[in-house]
């Protein structure tokens, strides 16, 4: 860990904002893609991440990086390193237009209440729906006046306790990007749930985020090689004495404090990103036997070695695809402000080292026994069991 000098940062295009409250955790969220480090409404201080009302996180976001026609490009949105590549909405639309705000869904909320109503203009954005009736329309109507929800009734797409959804796109233009390069055509549906605490404490400390991506083909009918980041700036009380570790198996990353916290105490808690579901992909001999050798998985023909999924939540269920598999993830990647060997990324290139894992932002081999930042000369030859995998989520501190 190191010292880093802090800075007030502004939102950038930021129009809607409200409070995750799950009691002891609480987290900002921004229609513009921040996660922390957002003006509530009626506010005059930037709101953040808390535990027991002490802050945990700074700002938290995410990274794309990927080729349209053979040029690299990569975008983002993390306030901390100044990267605002994100506006509210659909790609076209006016970011200030009142519904593109963040609709929210209460289990406790009426049915057919306003919020179900409103739900309706989330649809339009590209929201989820249970279609109960099967018409392919979202039309919340309590069709037998019994006053509560039936099975071949619409509803909207809750999941858990509450649920925060938005739609933000890479529409900002390219003089205003740390990474001078052009929109994509990207949009990104983001879904915020809380979950009850059932038989685990832990669902009271955990806040889910969804991410669905995609590419509208206004840029390029396929965008190639695309590698995706969570990425948080995480100040667990007191930000000096913040260290970040990695749980590959467990697909997390996470900030402790290795002694007694300015802020916290001895109980300083820690803070994790766990990567619970990857999308599915098509892995020629590992998901599935080319056997016509065309290159692509035709079902009927080819041999399927393994069946990826994707959970849409109790109410939608679950897709299944014989033939693919899910991405895992392979492993975190630190970065420090203003640190030259491992500080901010500057262009689209430096970010991608960062998303392969085990290169400085210059693309200089990182190497666990021998790196500055980390414990690898307290390990001595064990270091050698612990290589640098491509990454997935990244921290910055």
């Known amino acids: 860990f190191s010292q880093i000098e802090k800075v007030n940062l502004v939102s950038h295009n930021e129009t809607d904002a409200l409070l995750i409250d799950k009691g002891r955790l609480k987290v900002a969220i921004g229609n513009n893609g921040s996660i922390g480090d957002v003006k509530l409404p009626n506010a005059d201080e930037y709101a953040y991440g808390y535990y027991d009302d002490i802050t945990f996180l700074f700002a938290g976001g995410s990274y794309l990086s990927g080729y349209s026609n053979d040029t690299l490009w990569a975008n983002g949105f993390l306030t901390a390193s ?3 590549d994100y506006l509210p909405g659909k790609v076209g639309e006016d970011p200030a237009d009142a519904k593109l705000k963040i609709y929210k869904l209460k289990k406790s909320d009426k049915d057919f209440g306003e919020s179900w109503i409103e739900w309706k203009t989330a649809v339009e954005l590209g929201a989820k729906f249970y279609d109960g009736d099967n018409d392919g ?18 509803k909207p797409d809750l999941i858990g306790n509450e649920t925060f959804w938005f739609v933000i796109n890479d529409g900002v233009p390219k003089e205003e990007r740390r990474f001078k390069v052009d929109p994509q055509g990207i949009e990104i549906r983001v879904t915020c749930f809380t979950s009850s605490n059932g038989s685990s404490d832990a669902f009271n400390n955990t806040i889910f985020i969804r991410y669905e991506i995609e590419n509208t083909g206004l840029i390029d009918d396929k965008l190639e090689d695309v590698y995706f980041s969570f990425t948080q700036d995480t100040d667990l009380g007191n930000y000096n004495d913040d260290l970040v570790g990695s749980f590959i198996k467990g697909r997390s990353g996470f900030i402790y404090n290795k002694e007694e916290d300015d802020e916290y105490g001895a109980d300083a808690p820690e803070s994790f990103v766990t990567i619970l579901e990857w999308p599915p992909i098509y892995w020629k001999g590992n998901s599935y036997n080319d056997i016509n050798g065309n290159g692509n998985y035709d079902e009927g023909i080819d041999l399927p070695l393994d069946t990826a999924y994707v959970k849409h939540g109790e109410l ?5 695809y014989p033939g693919a598999l899910n991405l895992i993830t392979n492993s975190i990647m630190q970065y420090m402000k203003s640190t030259p060997s491992i500080g901010d990324p500057d262009d689209p290139t430096e970010l991608r080292y960062y998303q392969f894992g085990g290169k400085s932002h210059k693309g200089d081999s990182l190497h666990i026994s021998s790196w500055g930042f980390g414990n690898g000369s307290e390990l001595g030859a064990d270091s050698n069991l612990f290589p640098f995998k491509g990454v997935t989520i990244i921290v910055l501190i």
């Open 316 to 320: 939608l269920g679950e897709d299944f």
């Open 137 to 154: 329309v979202y039309n919340p109507v309590d069709k037998n006046n019994n006053g509560k929800w039936d099975i071949d009734e619409d």
């Open 82 to 84: 100044r990267i605002f």
